[in-house]
């Protein structure tokens, strides 16, 4: 999506793209730390083995998940061009991000592009919702009953993210683009925390 704002070749497009890669820039670390933690907790690097271990955990709250968690939704929220790190839905100048590198597209090619950002935020919802509230999830893929109890349970997840998403962004305010680092700055401290936890008391 940078690359195609910046084919455009106006300032808008370019704009937008410099601050989406910024943006992306400092989330990544931030998303690495949790995914570090989470492989911790499970002894595995596979995502199907992660989920596996917290599925089977007992239900609890720990502070390493907790942590973890709180660091994922910061870091979603700022790749996904959500309130408070951004709108998009604004057309403000000076503070749109997203908006910024659709701004010169239209028909066919601005659906596409509005398609590819709902792809990713549903990605990072499944992720999210595979790693923190893993009950629902199918253990094997050939269990063709157990698949379709788990299509109803995706669909009542990802309902309830976006209910608490549309809350989110209700009740904040959209931050300068300057109070961005800070603000994964915040996630990858969490993140890290999350990581000491785990290794420490191992909670």
Known sequence: MSLAAMDIGTSFGSLGARREMFVGFLAEPALLMVLFTASLISGST?????????AHRELAIYPSQA?????FTMVSLAENA????????????LTMIHEAMLLEYSARHLALLEWAAALKLFNYSC?????????????S????????????ALIAKLMAGGFAL??????????RIFRAPEFLGTAFMLAVLAMLVNLLLGA
């Open 82 to 93: 959500r309130v408070p790190v951004d709108n998009p839905t604004t057309h403000l100048e």
């Open 127 to 139: 992720i999210g919702l595979a790693l923190f509230f893993p009950f629902g999830i199918v253990v």
């Open 166 to 175: 549309a809350l989110i962004e209700t009740l904040s305010a959209k931050m």
């Open 67 to 71: 942590f973890a968690g709180v660091a």
């Open 141 to 152: 893929g050939t269990d063709w009953l157990a698949l379709l109890g788990a299509a109803p």
């Open 46 to 54: 596979s995502l199907p083995s992660i989920v596996d271990t917290f």
